[in-house]
């Protein structure tokens, strides 16, 4: 169901893949702060704020998929809303976490959510210019927090 006269069936608008580049602005942006500063406190504070905005860019994925389930009225789902549920609780879990433990949680469900949408709901449920996009967002999510994970060895090595 196209809702927008102007974007074509099957095709994301313009403003849905600059907004979803957008948010990836904050992760690079504390991967960038951990490679480049060297103050602890400071680095801590790149590392919650890294966490804590990966476990909100969690939740919204999960939101992503109440809002399709909604829509299409499926017999599965219960189980579509409870899987887009897990990704808001562990991701808020994951705050609690020293953060190289909340890193590689996070890192497992970026990838992980990802594969549920291609390889089980795959397009017929999930449209595929999204699938597309959180492509190419969660590859790059992952490699920030990745980086950041890394900075800790890098950063000590090099001053």
Same mark, same amino acid.
């Given at each position: 169901?196209?809702?927008?006269?102007?974007?074509?069936?099957?095709?994301?608008?313009?403003?849905?893949?600059?907004?979803?580049?957008? $948010?990836?602005?904050?992760?690079?942006?504390?991967?960038?702060?951990?490679?480049?500063?060297?103050?602890?406190?400071?680095?801590?504070?790149?590392?919650?704020?890294?966490? $804590?905005?990966?476990?909100?860019?969690?939740?919204?994925?999960?939101?992503?998929?109440?809002?399709?389930?909604?829509?299409?009225?499926?017999?599965?789902?219960?189980?579509?809303?409870?899987?887009?549920?897990?990704?808001?609780?562990?991701?808020?879990?994951?705050?609690?976490?020293?953060?190289?433990?909340?890193?590689?949680?996070?890192?497992?469900?970026?990838?992980?959510? @990802?594969?549920?949408?291609?390889?089980?709901?795959?397009?017929?449920?999930?449209?595929?210019?999204?699938?597309?996009?959180?492509? @190419?967002?969660?590859?790059?999510?992952?490699?920030?927090? $990745?980086?950041?994970?890394?900075?800790?060895?890098?950063?000590?090595?090099?001053?």
């Amino acid at each position: 169901m196209n809702m927008n006269p102007n974007v074509a069936p099957g095709v994301l608008p313009s403003y849905a893949r600059v907004l979803g580049y957008a $948010g990836l602005i904050p992760f690079i942006a504390c991967a960038l702060a951990m490679l480049t500063v060297g103050e602890p406190s400071l680095r801590h504070v790149a590392e919650r704020l890294l966490i $804590g905005y990966g476990a909100v860019i969690l939740a919204f994925l999960g939101g992503v998929h109440w809002g399709l389930v909604l829509r299409e009225h499926s017999d599965r789902a219960a189980m579509m809303l409870a899987i887009g549920v897990m990704p808001a609780l562990a991701g808020v879990a994951s705050t609690f976490m020293t953060f190289e433990m909340a890193v590689v949680v996070q890192v497992a469900l970026f990838g992980g959510f @990802w594969l549920y949408e291609n390889r089980v709901l795959g397009p017929g449920r999930v449209p595929a210019p999204y699938l597309a996009l959180r492509r @190419w967002l969660s590859l790059a999510a992952i490699a920030a927090l $990745g980086l950041s994970l890394m900075s800790t060895e890098l950063v000590s090595v090099h001053p």
